[in-house]
């Protein structure tokens, strides 16, 4: 890996951790996609156990904070009926003494806990074999000042989650010019399955899935996914994220089967949030 200080992953002080009900736990965790990034033991946590609630109420505590100029935090039923009981909830964690200042003011902390989370990541199983739902995706970094942020954290909370649930598939959403699609984009290729959703509060959410490939993860540090880019061939058209107009015309062409259509990670990283993004297809 290159690209900016990721010695946090290392530190004693912070491990990833599953909060997961224990007959929902992997067998053979970390068998799908090869990735060597994370060596620190995960924390094990039960939601089922009357004493965790104090986790989970800094994972709310958390979430709640980070969406909440969204307008979009999780009730407290939603987290328990459609995450902790059918799906994989997890993240990072800290020891909760070495936690910077700014995490304290800006989140707050529960001292009873040694551990506090850092970053929340869930997806929940589909009807369809190996495919899941990302459901939430939020870290401390939206919340703690700059000098605090641990590079990544987002990216690498979503990589920890994919690769230690085996997850073949995954479809997700984000609303169109969020930051988040920088990082969505760089887990396998980007199909783009809904341009504009009207069923959703917010009508301008896209709807993703991605074919997980472990060859894309490198290329979030490296920025160097050409060889990757090069399976894709653009199409005539764009898509303007600040147009409703745009968005809802390239939802009739995924109506009438035109697709698939994918968008390009490197040009989604690098271009500004609200810019036009050119709309791609794979190579016969
Ligand atoms: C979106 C979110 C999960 C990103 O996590 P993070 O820990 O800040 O992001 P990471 O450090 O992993 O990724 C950094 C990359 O994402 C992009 N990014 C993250 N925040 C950004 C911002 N506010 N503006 C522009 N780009 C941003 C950058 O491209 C950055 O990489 P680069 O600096 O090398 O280009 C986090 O900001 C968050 O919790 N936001 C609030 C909740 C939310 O909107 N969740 C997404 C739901 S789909």
New binding site residues.
């Given amino acids: 890996m290159s ?2 200080d990721m010695s946090w992953l290392d530190s004693e002080n912070i491990r990833p951790y599953i909060f997961m009900r224990k007959e929902n736990l992997f067998a053979q965790p970390g068998s799908h996609t090869k990735c060597d990034w994370f060596k620190n033991q995960p924390l094990y946590r039960n939601p089922l156990h009357m004493d965790q609630k104090a986790f989970a109420d800094q994972i709310l505590n958390l979430e709640s904070k ?2 909440q ?2 307008g979009m935090p999780m009730p407290r039923w939603v987290f328990y009926d459609c995450a902790i009981m059918p799906g994989f909830v997890c993240g990072f964690a800290q020891r909760t003494e070495t936690l910077p200042k700014s995490y304290l003011e800006q989140v707050g902390i529960d001292p009873d806990l040694d551990w506090t989370p850092l ?1 929340l990541f869930i997806i929940i199983p589909t009807v369809r074999r190996g495919e899941w739902v990302a459901h ?4 401390a ?2 919340l703690t000042d700059k000098r605090d ?9 979503k990589a920890f989650g994919l690769w230690y649930g085996n997850v073949e598939i995954l479809c ?4 169109w010019q ?3 699609i ?3 984009s760089h887990y396998g290729s980007f199909e783009i399955l809904t341009a504009y959703t009207p069923i959703h509060s917010h009508a301008r959410t896209l709807t993703y899935r991605t074919i997980i490939n472990g060859a894309y993860w490198p290329t979030f540090f490296t920025k160097d996914g050409d060889e990757l880019n090069a399976r894709y061939a653009a199409t005539d058209f764009s898509v303007d994220p600040r147009s409703e107009h745009s968005l809802i015309s390239f939802q009739r062409r995924l109506e009438r089967d035109e697709g698939p259509f994918f968008l390009n990670p490197h040009e989604i ?1 690098t271009r500004p ?1 609200d810019a036009p993004l050119k709309v791609y297809r794979l190579k016969g």
């Fill in positions: 690209g900016g980070a969406f100029h969204s970053s939430n995706l939020c870290t970094n939206s942020h641990l590079y990544a954290l987002g990216f690498l909370t997700g959403f984000a609303q969020s930051p988040s920088r990082l969505h990283r949030l």
